[in-house]
């Protein structure tokens, strides 16, 4: 009954997105707009996190099978991808890079001000 609870939860968070997808003219995703309203709800206290930890958990542990319909869908569509293959291989390549970058420097500066703020404690 917990996991129900806490899918019910998620879901819906995630319809509240579609919704807001619906109304506001913006190109945002509904999913972005569900992760947004779940983050600032626990971020302030609305939600707590062991009201949606473990249905969580259980989404992440099984997003790598999420995976295979894309994989199949791009072996499906390889007449079409092959002559465009050199250039979505550099933009994979470059992207890679540039997320990986970011994602380390975001880190530091993460790292360093948690222990400047720990030294000036």
Request: proline share 7%; hydrophobic share 60%; aromatic share 6%.
């Amino acid at each position: 009954m917990k996991y129900l609870k806490q899918f019910l939860i998620i879901l819906l968070i995630s319809f509240i997105g579609e919704i807001l997808k619906a109304v506001l003219p913006l190109p945002v995703p509904a999913s972005i707009y569900g992760m947004a309203i779940l983050f600032v709800c626990l971020v302030t206290g609305i939600l707590k996190p062991e009201a949606v930890k473990d249905a969580g958990k259980f989404l992440i542990e099984t997003m790598p099978v999420m995976f295979i319909p894309a994989g199949v869908g791009l072996m499906a569509s390889w007449g079409v991808l092959k002559p465009m293959l050199v250039p979505v291989v550099v933009i994979t390549v470059v992207v890679l890079v540039a997320v990986m970058a970011v994602s380390g420097r975001v880190a530091q500066a993460i790292i360093r001000h948690e222990r400047s703020k720990k030294s000036n404690e």
